[in-house]
Nanobody
Framework: QVQLVESGGGLVQAGGSLRLSCAAS????????MGWFRQAPGKEREFVAD????????RYADSVKGRFTISRDNAENTLYLQMSSLKPEDTAVYYC????????????????WGQGTQVTVSS
C-alpha cells in the first residue's frame, strides 16, 4: 500500500523558513514525479511545485518562485520543500503528491496524496 507522510509544518513568523518532508513507502518512487500542493482555508487546492523522477527538472507556481525549493532523495524515498521568506498568504495545509506513471509528469490530479501538514505564517 502506497503511503505518503508529510512532516515539518508548524507556526512561523513572516520572513521565516520551514522545511517540509514527505516520506514515501509502499513502493520505490525513484521513477515517478512528485510534487507539493496546498489548500488555504476557503480556497481550492493549488499547485505549489513538482519535480521529475530524476530530480533534474522542477516547476514552481509563480507565487512561490524564488522563495521555495523542491528536492528529492531517491535513495531515501523522500521529497522535500524548503520554504523561505514565508508570507501570511502561504498559510495552508501542504500536501505531498506522487504520480503513478513511470517517467511521466505528475499531472493535474496526482494518483497518490498524503494527509497534509499545516503551515501557518503569522504577520
Amino acid at each position: 500500500q502506497v503511503q505518503l507522510v508529510e512532516s515539518g509544518g508548524g507556526l512561523v513568523q513572516a520572513g521565516g523558513s520551514l522545511r517540509l518532508s514527505c516520506a514515501a513507502s509502499g513502493r520505490t518512487f525513484s521513477t515517478y514525479a512528485m510534487g507539493w500542493f496546498r489548500q488555504a482555508p476557503g480556497k481550492e487546492r493549488e499547485f505549489v511545485a513538482d519535480i521529475n523522477w530524476g530530480g533534474g527538472n522542477t516547476r514552481y507556481a509563480d507565487s512561490v518562485k524564488g522563495r521555495f525549493t523542491i528536492s528529492r532523495d531517491n535513495a531515501e524515498n523522500t521529497l522535500y520543500l524548503q520554504m523561505s521568506s514565508l508570507k501570511p498568504e502561504d498559510t495552508a495545509v501542504y500536501y505531498c503528491a506522487a504520480s503513478d506513471t513511470p517517467y511521466g509528469s505528475i499531472g493535474l490530479v496526482p494518483a497518490y496524496w498524503g494527509q497534509g501538514t499545516q503551515v501557518t505564517v503569522s504577520s
